[in-house]
């Protein structure tokens, strides 16, 4: 079966500056596939290669079994930034980009409610976009990025900045649409969100670190996830920092750790769907005991 994706040796670089090192994957019809990486590590410029909206400097790339520019009507894209009319409406701005799509008139109907019900939306159609929540105007651009049935998604860091609730329900969303058969391709810095997609590529400084099943990245770099509630914060801080000094020498600034007051009973287990994203400490407890942060790859060790 031909990949929907297909990079192999991409490079990109910004005169003499690369933002891209060579990198090659393949994203197959039906999976959610994760490109996670801080901010800096060209998730973004590999996202706008394969919307057709940038050249590479170098590789071969294929989107839907064309060049990238060929496939743009094949693709849903969503960037980092907004991309609304924030003074039109929900209604507005979906017949609006599916003007923009081509999407023949009587099947727009038909298509918006079935969208604006699946994002739990269909009580806001003549709300503004403007005065919508941030988990809101991301539901309603994907929305938009939908309206033309589109065989591939792109989402450019779609939960960044979105409360976790919102975040939840906008995951909720992706599985139904690739139990639908949508491929989904997503962007982020949320390393927890690993866990939701058949397959990652773990990207920093341009380069693919590691790619393969969330399994697969366990077991190649042998890390754990202690989770870390209490109720006595400058207590808990102290001695997980000092725990670091001790045994691996890492600094505070290098740590990784920050730490919110939760009302409850000190110690425990808590889950991804009951934290914020700074309620817990990250260590890794494999051999040479260096504290980073690990969120990605999701063990949970009673404490």
């Known amino acids: 079966m031909i990949p929907i994706i297909n990079v192999q040796n991409l490079h990109k670089r910004y005169g003499k500056v690369p933002a891209v090192r060579g990198i090659s994957f393949t994203v197959e019809r039906g999976e959610i596939f994760g490109l996670i990486g801080p901010d800096g590590a060209g998730k973004t410029t590999t996202f706008q290669i394969l919307a057709g909206v940038m050249e590479s400097s ?82 309603l651009a994907l929305c938009c990025a939908l309206i033309a049935q589109p065989d591939l998604l792109l989402l450019d860091e779609p939960t960044t900045g979105v409360d976790p609730v919102s975040r939840r329900e906008f995951w909720d969303v992706l599985s139904t ?13 949320y390393l927890d969100e690993a866990e939701r997609c058949n397959r990652i590529a773990l990207m920093y400084e341009g380069e693919i670190q590691q790619a393969g099943t969330l399994q697969e990245l366990r077991q190649n770099l042998g890390l754990q996830r ?78």
């Not at 009319?85 to 929900?90: A, G, K, P, Q, V």
């Not at 023949?104 to 003549?126: C, I, N, T, V």
């Not at 509630?229 to 020498?249: C, F, H, I, M, W």
């Open 58 to 139: 170098e590789g071969h790339i294929e989107v839907l079994g064309r060049p990238p520019r060929e496939a743009r009507l094949g693709i849903g894209y969503l960037t980092q930034q907004f991309s609304l009319y924030l003074d039109l409406s929900i209604d507005e701005n979906i017949r609006y980009s599916a003007g923009l799509r081509q999407v023949p008139p009587h099947r727009l109907a038909e298509r918006r409610d079935r969208y604006l019900k699946l994002m739990s939306l269909e009580q806001f159609g003549d709300r503004l976009a403007g005065q919508l929540s941030g988990g809101m105007k991301q539901k």
């Open 177 to 189: 649409l690739a139990h639908q058969g949508v491929t989904i391709v997503v962007a982020t810095p």
């Open 226 to 303: 202690l989770e870390v509630r209490t109720d006595r914060l400058a207590e808990a801080e102290g001695v997980l920092l000092g725990v670091g000094s001790r045994e691996s020498g890492v600094e505070k600034d290098e740590a990784c750790l920050v730490c919110t007051e939760w009302e409850g009973s000190s110690g425990g287990t808590v889950s991804n769907s009951d934290r914020s994203d700074s309620d817990c400490f990250n260590f890794d407890r494999s051999s040479r005991s260096a504290i980073v942060d690990v969120q990605t790859f999701g063990d949970r060790l009673d404490v």
